[in-house]
């Protein structure tokens, strides 16, 4: 049996490992964790650039971290991969301000504008006696692919994949999967545009 496994199956020693990587109710590793163990297990490409001076990088060891080549993480950035893991790809831009709580990938070329707000999980609220933190999280997970990009100011919810080279409007909330090569936009974002490939041009949609 693997030490990862010995310590998932003792109840007291896994509440113990979790208690050095993270204090109690606060969703944040602690110092020795970011600097003595994070690097060593999180990939970071070549000549990317993670300004987390400005930021909140609050990565755990024990899920996936992994940033492409040649891709920006701007100022103000929130991302969180203790529920699930955070990928992403080459040349991606994260806008300032945004928030990505995994799981979450970011296919290659994909970007976000000013403060998107992208999570992976919903809290769990079946159980109308409890409160909502007291039940299990309903992770569903969130797929940007290739070359699509979301609009400043925009929500995806946990269980959307957005295709590939889809543009999602500013102010926009994603709550349904949009397809490749699409324009969405509002609140719930809706497919406005297709783009037609055999005749090259951008496809209105008229509104069902």
Known sequence: ????????????VKQFVLWMISPPRRPRPRLWVKWFVNPFVHKKGKNTVIRRRMSRIDVFPYKRFDVGNDTTIEDFTVINNGVGDVIIGNRVRVGIGTVIIGPV????G??????????????GYADGNKNSSAQPLDIKGVIIEDEAHIGANSVVTAGVTIGRRT???AGSVVTKNIPPFSVAVGNPARVIKQFNHDTQQWDRIEKQ
Do not use: D, E
Not at 105 to 108: A, N
Not at 110 to 123: A, L, R
């Open 1 to 12: 049996m693997s030490i990862v496994s010995k310590i998932k199956s003792n109840a007291k």
């Open 105 to 108: 990938t970011m296919g290659h």
């Open 110 to 123: 994909s970007g976000t504008g000013q403060h998107v707000f992208i999570s992976g999980f919903n809290h």
């Open 167 to 169: 543009q999602i409007g």
